[in-house]
Nanobody
Framework: QVQLVESGGGLVQAGGSLRLSCAAS????????MGWFRQAPGKEREFVAA????????YYADSMKGRFTISRDNAKNTVYLQMNNLKPEDTAVYYC???????????????WGQGTQVTVSS
């Protein structure tokens, strides 16, 4: 069982930056790939970024490449999402999730956090 708690969301102006954190419980964190997803009002939850268990491989949705960076610290059981040059369309609830399998498909993820709100004003 893995419990995930996101933090770091908030209100920021367009062009600004935020760093989200996701703290995981349990001693098996390093065996999970981790992902970030987001869901805007009235829209489906979408993939943002993912990182494999070691941090050696990362994946991004095309619209986030060059602006968002995912990283992890297995010693701290934490995964991060650095978001730069934020745009109003990045406004959403951001979720972290853990997977023992694939990383790109939302259905591959076994555990989810409760989400953190990110609001980008124009």
């Amino acid at each position: 069982q893995v419990q995930l708690v996101e933090s770091g969301g908030g209100l920021v102006q367009a062009g600004g930056s935020l760093r989200l954190s996701c703290a995981a419980s349990g001693r098996t964190f390093s065996s999970y790939g981790m992902g970030w997803f987001r869901q805007a009002p009235g829209k489906e939850r979408e993939f943002v970024a993912a990182i494999n268990w070691s941090g050696g491989y990362t994946y991004y949705a095309d619209s986030m490449k060059g602006r968002f960076t995912i990283s992890r610290d297995n010693a701290k059981n934490t995964v991060y999402l650095q978001m730069n040059n934020l745009k109003p369309e990045d406004t959403a609830v951001y979720y972290c999730a853990a997977s023992r399998g694939g990383l790109r498909n939302i259905h591959e993820y076994d555990y989810w956090g409760q989400g953190t709100q990110v609001t980008v004003s124009s």
